[in-house]
């Protein structure tokens, strides 16, 4: 069954540095998501893509956060200037096309952990 | 904008007893709802989903939830849990237009006992 999968599982670094967090979508999927998790709390949604766009991003998705999808592939979301809590479980998602978009598959997540 | 609720952060029942996971949601526009498990140390897994017709819906390992509108409800149920189903368990709406994101409720620990 297709999966979606991320890379790295778990990502330390310190406070300032630029991290990139690569997902791979479901291979037919259009729409593409991150979301996060904060140890403890509940899943986030960050910013939605979509048509080699953003379609809708969270206020959490500040001037440090961006997103690409640099060939057919990969999805990748990048912090410029990680903080402190950027700390966090991050997830990617995929949905299909505009007839079933309503259902995200999710990636195992990527541990980010700041020092 | 929607919100979801959980309210029971953590949830211990004994194996085969039966458990209900609560959800209530709230919303201005028609949602879709969803039930995700994350067992430990992994990504999240779609459990079922309400999109519409029949406000009860069931997934293969026997939990099923039931949509109800006026009560703005999404409970999910199982007659009788086991080891296995010990789990976080997440219910999202998401819109029925636009970005089709979704927004989490905070997540309810089932932790079944021998």
């Known amino acids: 069954e297709p999966e979606v999968t991320q890379t790295p599982s778990h990502q330390v670094t310190q406070m300032g540095q630029e991290v990139i967090l690569r997902c791979v979508p479901i291979s037919n999927h259009l729409y593409f998501y991150w979301y996060r998790q904060i140890l403890g709390q509940k899943v986030e949604f960050l910013v939605s893509f979509y048509n080699n766009e953003i379609s809708e991003k969270s206020e959490i998705f500040d001037d440090q956060f961006s997103v690409e999808r640099p060939d057919g592939s990969n999805f990748t979301l990048k912090i410029r200037s990680t903080k402190l809590e950027d700390s966090a479980m991050y997830f990617c998602?995929?949905?299909?096309?505009?007839?079933?978009?309503?259902?995200?598959?999710f990636g195992p997540g990527t541990r980010l952990t700041v020092t | 904008a929607q919100s979801v609720t959980q309210l029971d952060s953590q949830v211990p029942v004994f194996e085969e007893a039966p458990v209900e996971l609560r959800c209530n949601y709230s919303s201005s526009v028609s949602v879709y709802l969803f039930w995700y498990v994350q067992y430990p140390n992994q990504g999240l897994q779609l459990l079922l989903k309400y999109l519409s017709g029949s406000t009860l819906v069931e997934s293969i390992n026997g939990f099923e939830a039931e949509f109800n509108k006026s009560q703005t409800s999404f409970h999910l149920r199982k007659p009788s849990v086991h080891i296995s189903d010990t789990a976080e368990y997440f219910c999202?709406?998401?819109?029925?237009?636009?970005?089709?994101?979704?927004?989490f409720g905070t997540g309810t620990r089932l932790k079944v006992l021998a």
């Open positions: 999202a709406v998401s819109t029925t237009s636009g970005t089709y994101k979704y927004i």
């Open positions: 998602a995929s949905s299909q096309d505009r007839s079933r978009p309503v259902e995200q598959y």
